[in-house]
């Protein structure tokens, strides 16, 4: 077994960093997400920057049952709780995800009133924060750092695509820059921070998404998030891959995998990999191209890929130092 594994801290059996093992690790345990609707909205949306939010949005596809506006923050965690016992049974303390839309975009002192109402909980120890680069300031971002030293505090931040024309022709509504800018303004507070970015937008080549590595390498983030494109009923990306198909990359569950194998040899290793792939219910899409497939089978075939092409995250990166 390749020593850069051992040295990068790969958890035993794993050919790359996952942010599983990266969390046992630092605290020791499993700290599970429980998702919150804490009622935001988006700059795109309300028109601030712009309207109708980004093209291939429906926050609906990633909101569990539990998580609605229209309840409580204490309901949405206890329910939360309840739900996430059922498979993660030895659980014993949970960060409140605060996901849907853009969660710093009010008032300082409307977030510390959400914040810290889902720290009281007693089984929470944290928040993850899922927000936009535009939607931050240093004092936010300064009150953030305080709550960071007595609690675990991650800011994720919706990027999407290194690509300023990617950005403008999916109505994100903000710039690469703006992106690069909040990231170091959140990492120098010591506040760990995410990103998340989706593989197939259109107009972006795969040699574009693999060149992207370097942009991403450069960042002062702990954890990443990918998953591929999938087309959303009811969205402006639904019509406008209907009208221009030849614009959009498309894979195959194993062209995916050797795809997402490729940008793993360039991610520097000791960036953590929380996700490489998206579930969206079927409901919401006009085809499942994949199949029904969990995320736990696409795990097993992404550790198997990796042992058959003999290679681990970072290879790449590696062999030019």
């Known amino acids: ?4 594994f051992e040295k990068y ?10 942010f599983v093992g990266y969390f046992k690790r630092k605290y020791g345990e499993r700290l599970q997400k429980i998702v919150l609707d804490a009622g935001f909205t988006c700059p795109n949306r309300d028109g601030k920057v712009g309207r109708g939010g980004c093209t291939y949005c429906d926050n609906a596809t990633f909101h569990p049952s539990y998580s609605t506006a229209g309840k409580s923050l204490h309901q949405q965690l206890d329910e939360g709780i309840e739900f996430h016992k059922v498979r993660y049974r030895t659980t014993e303390h949970y960060l409140a995800y605060f996901q849907s839309f853009s969660n710093t975009y009010a008032p300082l002192e409307r977030l510390k009133e959400l914040y810290e109402e889902a720290l009281a909980h007693p089984q929470v120890v ?19 750092a305080e709550l960071a030293k007595s609690h675990v505090v991650i800011v994720e931040y919706g990027i999407e695509s290194c690509y300023d024309s990617t950005l403008a022709r999916i109505n994100r509504g903000h710039d690469f820059e703006t992106a690069r800018r ?4 959140t990492a120098e507070r010591g ?3 995410g990103v998340h970015f989706i593989l197939g937008l259109p107009g972006e080549t795969k040699e574009m998404m693999l060149d992207a590595c370097s942009m991403i390498n450069d960042l002062p983030i702990r954890s990443v998030k990918f998953h591929q494109l999938q087309i959303v009923k009811g969205t402006r990306m639904e019509k406008e891959f209907a009208e221009c198909p030849e614009d959009f990359e498309k894979f195959s569950l194993d062209e995916y995998l050797d795809f997402f194998v490729d940008i793993l040899e360039r991610l520097r290793p000791t960036l953590s990999i929380e996700r490489f792939v998206g579930e969206v219910p079927p409901r919401f899409v006009n085809e499942t191209p994949w199949g029904l497939i969990r995320n736990v089978e696409l795990l ?3 550790d198997r890929r990796l042992e058959a092409r003999d290679t681990w995250q970072g290879r ?3 062999q030019k130092k």
């Open 126 to 144: 944290g928040l993850v924060i899922g927000t936009r680069p535009d939607c931050v300031d240093e004092q936010k971002l300064d009150y953030l």
């Open 1 to 4: 077994m390749p020593q850069e």
């Open 316 to 318: 790449l990166v590696c």
């Open 182 to 185: 909040a990231v170091q303004m």
């Open 9 to 18: 801290g790969f958890p035993e059996g794993k050919r790359y960093n996952s």
């Open 191 to 193: 506040i760990d921070v």
């Open 300 to 302: 097993r075939l992404l």
